[in-house]
């Protein structure tokens, strides 16, 4: 049972537009969230996250949007740059646990 | 600051074999500390995780094995390895639930 979902296995945005990258969940139990931007062969780096008493968190050019009703939410970069181009996860955690559970992940490749 | 290693980076191991793949963690104390498996096109699965000394949650019935015998030491083994053990192995740390989780750079595990 996937818990965490990204739906798009990929993405590809022209440079200096923005990319738009959705992850849902179904675990209502979720409260914490964070993305991570990934390369081959290396580990996941943190870029933002965003607890559930927020709708919206900002840092630099990331913005990541909750939407508890919809349990839906989505990592904006803007503007793209080439150097942007990776693979993105999402991963939520319940109150209570120490578990983080990921989504399988969305390439994006910003074009130049 | 803190660090996370892991090693080897990269490891090719027959059918069979054993398998020892450590991590340690610097600049910090008593962190939670976790297992992860990335198979080929895959997401981010959480093995184990360990919220203090020789304690260990596993999270999917499979023939590895986690151990912490150090604050700051976390390591995955096998007895006999699997053709679909294969895969992209990366250690994580966590100051406390619900907070940011750090990565390895992983260790790429090759089973023939």
């Known amino acids: 049972d996937q818990q965490v979902k990204q739906n798009s296995p990929s993405l590809s945005v022209q440079e200096g537009r923005i990319s738009i990258l959705n992850c849902d969940y179904t675990?209502?139990?979720?409260?914490?969230f964070l993305w991570y931007k990934k390369y081959p062969a290396e580990g996941p780096t943190f870029l933002i996250s965003?607890?559930?008493?927020?709708d919206k968190n900002e840092d630099g050019r990331f913005t990541v949007f909750l939407n508890k009703s919809a349990k839906h939410l989505s990592l904006h970069i803007v503007p793209s740059q080439p150097g942007d181009s990776a693979v993105y996860f999402c991963?939520?955690?319940?109150?209570?646990?120490?578990?983080?559970?990921f989504g399988t992940g969305t390439r994006l490749k910003v074009l130049a | 600051s803190q660090t996370i290693h892991q090693w080897p980076a990269t490891l090719v191991q027959p059918v069979g074999s054993p398998l020892s793949l450590e991590c340690t963690v610097e600049?910090?104390?008593?962190?939670?500390l976790y297992w992860y498996r990335q198979a080929a096109g895959r997401g981010l699965q959480l093995l184990f995780y360990?919220?203090?000394?020789?304690?260990i949650s596993s999270e999917v019935p499979q023939n590895l094995s986690a151990s912490r015998p150090q604050d700051r030491q976390f390591i995955l083994s096998s007895k006999k390895l699997l053709l679909s053990d294969s895969g992209f192995y990366l250690c994580?740390?966590?100051?406390?639930?619900?907070?940011?989780?750090?990565f390895g750079p992983g260790t790429r595990l090759t089973v023939l």
């Open positions: 994580a740390w966590t100051e406390q639930a619900h907070n940011e989780q750090f």
């Open positions: 675990n209502s139990m979720f409260d914490y």
């Open positions: 965003i607890s559930s008493i927020k």
């Open positions: 991963a939520a955690s319940a109150l209570g646990t120490y578990k983080y559970i």
């Open positions: 600049g910090t104390s008593n962190p939670n």
């Open positions: 360990s919220v203090g000394i020789g304690q």
